[in-house]
């Protein structure tokens, strides 16, 4: 199934539409409740995964507009950014980033899991 979302310059166009739809993306792969990935102090595994998947997701494929030097660039959204979203510290967003770089270059289950979410995202098209 895939989500419909804008991609500006090839990335999501960060915003409450887009983590939504990350969210729920991510909640439907590792077989969770989106609201348990957003509103959920829960440190089970699944919606950990989900969480951190949707957190990484976010930060690689996201961009929020930021204005310096009186014009209007893109940049990757802050982890403080995300924490407040996921109710967690940019500590623990960059930790769960980090949790899943590292399962994509070990697990090739997680690749698969990454490679499906950007395709129900509409990042990579199916040839």
Sequence with gaps: MKTKVELVEGKLDFG?????AVVAVASRLMDV???A???SRSRKEPVANARALSQFLLREHSTIKKRSHGRDIR?????????????????SVMNGCRKIGDFLYIDPRWRDRYQEAKRQLGLITDH
Excluded: Q
């Excluded at 940049?75 to 500590?91: C, K, M, N, Q, W």
């Design 75 to 91: 940049v990757e959204p802050p982890y403080a950014t995300l924490g407040r979203i996921f109710g967690r510290d940019h500590g």
């Design 16 to 20: 409450p539409v887009v983590v939504n």
């Design 33 to 35: 409740k989106p609201d």
């Design 37 to 39: 990935v957003i509103k």
